[in-house]
Nanobody, 117 residues
Framework: VQLQAFGGGLVQAGGSLRLSCVVSRLRLNYYRIGWFRQAPGKEREGVSC????????YYADSVKGRFAISRSIAENTVYLQMKNLQPEDTAVYYC???????????WGQGTQVTVSS
C-alpha cells in the first residue's frame, strides 16, 4: 500500500492550492481517507476526511468554508482543494487511509504548504 501526497507549495495569503493523495494497492471504497497537517512545534491535527462510501465529509472548524475534500475512484486519488489560505495554514500536510471497521491505517509522505502574509 502506498499513499503519495502532491501539490504543496508556497502561496500568498488568500491564494489557493489543491493537494492530491494518490493511493495504490488499496480500494478507496474500503478506506476512509483523511488529510492531517503538522506545523512546526505543534502536534499533528486532522483537517478533513472523506468516508469510505464517499458520502460523509468532515472538516476541522479552522478550515470549514475554505477547504473541500473530494475523490476520484477512477484515478484512485483524494483531493483537498484549499482556498483563501492563511499563514496559519502553513504546515506539512499528510494523507492517511484507514480501513473501514478496523484499526488498519497507512500514512503517506507529507507535502509542504507555506502561506506567506
Amino acid at each position: 500500500v502506498q499513499l503519495q501526497a502532491f501539490g504543496g507549495g508556497l502561496v500568498q495569503a488568500g491564494g489557493s492550492l489543491r493537494l492530491s493523495c494518490v493511493v495504490s494497492r488499496l480500494r478507496l471504497n474500503y478506506y476512509r481517507i483523511g488529510w492531517f497537517r503538522q506545523a512546526p512545534g505543534k502536534e499533528r491535527e486532522g483537517v478533513s476526511c472523506i468516508s469510505s462510501r464517499g458520502d460523509g465529509k468532515y472538516y476541522a472548524d479552522s478550515v470549514k468554508g475554505r477547504f473541500a475534500i473530494s475523490r476520484s475512484i477512477a484515478e484512485n486519488t483524494v483531493y483537498l482543494q484549499m482556498k483563501n489560505l492563511q499563514p496559519e495554514d502553513t504546515a506539512v500536510y499528510y494523507c492517511n487511509a484507514q480501513k473501514y471497521g478496523t484499526t488498519v491505517n497507512y500514512w503517506g509522505q507529507g507535502t509542504q504548504v507555506t502561506v506567506s502574509s
